[in-house]
Each structure stands twice: as C-alpha cells, then as structure tokens.
C-alpha cells in the first residue's frame, strides 16, 4: 500500500489522500476537495483512480467530488446514511465492508460522533493505517456541531479507535496538531510527552506533515487520557462540580464542552 497525504493549503487545513497498490496502479481518493493536486499526484505516479472515497458528508470533503469524478470515471463511496446528503453515491458502505483497491484491502468503521453518517477505514496491512476523516485529529478529536452527537464520538473512541492495535498510523483530515497540543497542555501542563510533540512540530511544513501512531495518542491526546488525574484536576477548575473521581465519559463530554470554545 502507497500512501500520499495530500496537502490543500486551504483555509480548513485540510488533507487530502491517494491510496495506491504498488501491484497494480489502481488509487482511491479519500475526500479529495483539492482535486487538481489529487489529479496531479495520481499523474505523477502513474496511478488511475478508479475510486472516491467521502468520510462524511460536510463540503470540505465532498466539494472535489463532481470534477475528480468527471476526470476520471471513478465510482463513488461513501456511508449508507449519506445518500441524501452527498450526491451520486454509487456504493454506501456499513461496518465491516472492505473495499478494495487492486490488492489492498481497506476495512470500514462506522465511526459515528462528528457526524452520524461517518466511516475511516483501516488498512489490512502489517503495519495498519487509520484514515479517520474527522472523527480523530493528531492530538484532538473532531467537533459535533453540524449533524453529530458527543456521546456518540465517545463511543466510538472508547469502543473503537481505542481498541486498535497502538502502532497503527493516524491520518486525519485536516493539520490541526499544533492547536490540539496546545489544548492538551492547558489541560494536562505536566505533560511531557505533549510538550516534547509541540516542541518538534510547531515550525513543520504541513506538507511534510508527522504521521502519529495511536500509541502516541495515547500519551498526548487529551481525549484518550481520561484518567489522568492532573487532567480531571484542571478540568474541576473549569467545572466545579465535577468529581474527582469522574466517570470517563464525563470528562470526555466536558473536554469536548470546553474545545468547543477554546
């Protein structure tokens, strides 16, 4: 499997993917706003797109959709909630569908929170790869405010992303690593391994952009800590009635509450 992270340099900072097999040249687009750059990375490597693959529904993700599949002829795929909110959806997708492209194959999670119609994919490789839309950003998690739900973002951390395999590589949506560490620090201040992070990537050319793996989540991402006893201690100064021994799902909302606005 190839992958090419796909830099927009738009006002979403958003990321763009091509998923090549080395075998036989096929690609898929994964939410491929940025058409022209996908087009011209797709050329450059020789590579025919044969498919588009939509996270979800919002406009950053699909607004490419209409010309990449002019150009190429490619099928669309996308959650099988969304075929009234993303257009020509040739084939919807559940959990536990693979798709393929050439000789990878891609698993479907239905990974509901930042919208309710919104699936990664998880490559079956030896070294496994999330593509995770919006739903998990480096260092952060994604926003509910059009079309999600919170505790359905929690669910699908606790029961889902949290149960993959700690090497498995992050590929979000968009380049939102320096603003999430920061968060995790005003949350978290005695975290060294989120200050060591902040450090190395503040100045990173986002098209050279560091991949994490979910081991490393772990320790810098305030939405898997929810345990830590410095985080629930902050986070009682910006919720006074929260316990000292909250529930996980209790600090994950109020974590979400306060990114909200932060």
Same mark, same amino acid.
């Given at each position: ?12 900072? =958003? ?17 491929? +706003?940025?058409?022209? *750059?996908? +087009?011209?990375?797709? *050329?450059?490597?020789?590579? =025919?797109?044969?498919?588009?693959? =939509? ?7 699909? /607004? ?23 257009? /020509?959806?040739?084939? /919807? +997708? ?16 239905? !990974? ?12 079956? !490789? ?7 839309? &919006? ?28 149960? #993959? ?15 999430? @560490? ?36 772990? *320790? ?6 929810? =345990?830590?006893?410095? #985080? ?12 000292? &021994? ?6 994950? @909302? ?9």
């Amino acid at each position: 499997m190839i992958v090419e992270q796909i830099w927009t340099g738009n006002a979403y900072r =958003n990321f763009n993917y091509l998923i090549a097999c080395p075998k036989t040249g096929e690609a898929l687009a994964i939410d491929p +706003l940025d058409h022209k *750059k996908c +087009l011209a990375t797709a *050329k450059k490597h020789g590579w =025919n797109i044969t498919q588009v693959l =939509n996270t979800h529904e919002h406009g950053d993700h699909t /607004g490419g959709n209409q010309a990449m599949i002019k150009a190429t002829g490619a099928k669309l795929l996308a959650h099988h909630l969304a075929k009234d909110k993303i257009a /020509g959806i040739d084939i /919807g +997708l559940k959990a536990g569908d693979t798709v393929k492209v050439g000789s990878v194959e891609l698993l479907v999670l239905d !990974t509901p929170g930042h919208t309710l119609s919104h699936i990664c994919l998880l490559s079956k !490789t030896d070294t496994a790869a999330l593509f995770s839309g &919006d739903t998990l950003f480096n260092a952060g998690a994604g926003n509910c405010h059009n079309g999600g739900h919170p505790e359905e973002l929690y669910h699908t951390f606790i029961t889902q992303l949290y149960q #993959l395999d700690d090497d498995t590589l992050i590929y979000p949506g968009h380049d939102y690593i320096n603003n999430n @560490l920061a968060f995790s620090l005003a949350r978290e201040p005695d975290n060294k391994d989120a200050q060591a992070l902040l450090d190395q990537v503040e100045q990173q050319d986002p098209q050279q952009a560091l991949v994490t793996t979910l081991g490393q989540e772990k *320790k810098i991402n305030s939405f898997f800590r929810l =345990n830590s006893p410095s #985080l629930i201690a902050k986070l009682r100064q910006d919720f006074p009635d929260l316990s000292v &021994d909250a529930d996980a799902k209790t600090v994950f @909302l109020r974590l979400r509450e306060l990114r909200n606005h932060w």
